[in-house]
């Protein structure tokens, strides 16, 4: 089956890959034990804090938890819009 | 110099627990330690059948904790090994019959009379489980290579970190070395990855682990499978020895596997 998908030049990752990523994924948030709907909540108040002092793209914000060995860590990369000119 | 007191556990049920103490502690014995096993899972007693010593419990560890027969009373003396002693869990009791304290008071008696003291955690992370780890020294976190066992073994590893318990590795059981070459299975390195603690062993998958628990003989004690030799391995690394870890040799990939790499390559 995976020569087919390697023929076909079909990229469908494997079942190891697919666990891997899942556990990663479950094994971060059970760690902090921040669940998606907490990380979103967690999101939605930085978006309408930081909007207080700079305009940011919301739609283009990525919060996201990672880990480094067992060391947990929260990353938020919020792209700011161009400012405006202050008058 | 007192034993060592080494606590096997897991979170998930099901995962090698029972056996890896087994197999560990023949392993030790028949490396002429002084070793006793003790079954700390209260109310599913395990570790005598899968030692085929089922036949031989008089008293045990309740009894012992509660004051109804003397510890040298309960320890099961393995008459195919010297050295090598168990300890049964009580059967007709549940988890609450025991507190942490007990377990290090009845370790405290017997580590000057052994080299090496291997405990049996029941699975789950409630007072079972808290009752294995209070005494011990160190701590070996066994799972398979499956979401669910690697999830929970992770859970366990935070809470033995948290209860500053340690130092803590890694036994992977189980593994599929021809599944893991097909991408159907994780890997070593996986597991490695999402739970970083320190590997102490991986032993493959073996059909001679369900025939030796049926005539409730330890693989270490009979024969030269590959489970076998890698229990024997992870007891040699215990004792302090410097063991590579086992090449689990993958069969030469067939000509269209090559292609399929090859063409992955390209």
Known sequence: MRV???????????????????LQLVLVHDRVDLSPQKMQMLKDELISTISKYVEIDAAGMQVTLTQNGRQCRLTADIPILSARPKR | MGATVITITSGKGGVGKTTATANLSAALAMRGKRVVAIDADI??????????????IVYDLVNVVEGACRLRQ???KDKRIENLYMIPAAQSRDKSAIRPQDMIDVCD?????????LIDSPAGIEQGFRNAIAPADRICIITTPEVSAVRDADRVVGLVEAEGKGP????????R???????????????LDVLAIELLGIVPEDETIIVSTNRGIPVVMENKSRAAQAFCNIAARLLGENVPIME????SPSWLG?????VHRK
């Open chain 1, 4 to 22: 087919l998908n390697y023929l076909f030049g079909s990229q469908q990752p494997t079942s190891r890959e697919v666990a891997k990523s899942r």
């Open chain 2, 43 to 56: 109310g599913l007693r395990n570790l005598d059948v899968v030692m085929g010593l089922e036949n031989r």
């Open chain 2, 74 to 76: 309960a320890l099961i």
């Open chain 2, 109 to 117: 008696q017997l580590r000057p009379e052994f080299d090496f003291i």
């Open chain 2, 168 to 175: 803590t590795s890694l036994i992977l059981n189980r593994l």
């Open chain 2, 177 to 191: 070395p021809q599944m893991v070459q097909r991408g159907d299975m994780l890997d070593t390195a996986d597991v």
């Open chain 2, 248 to 251: 689990l040799e993958e069969p």
């Open chain 2, 258 to 262: 090559k292609i399929a790499s090859w």
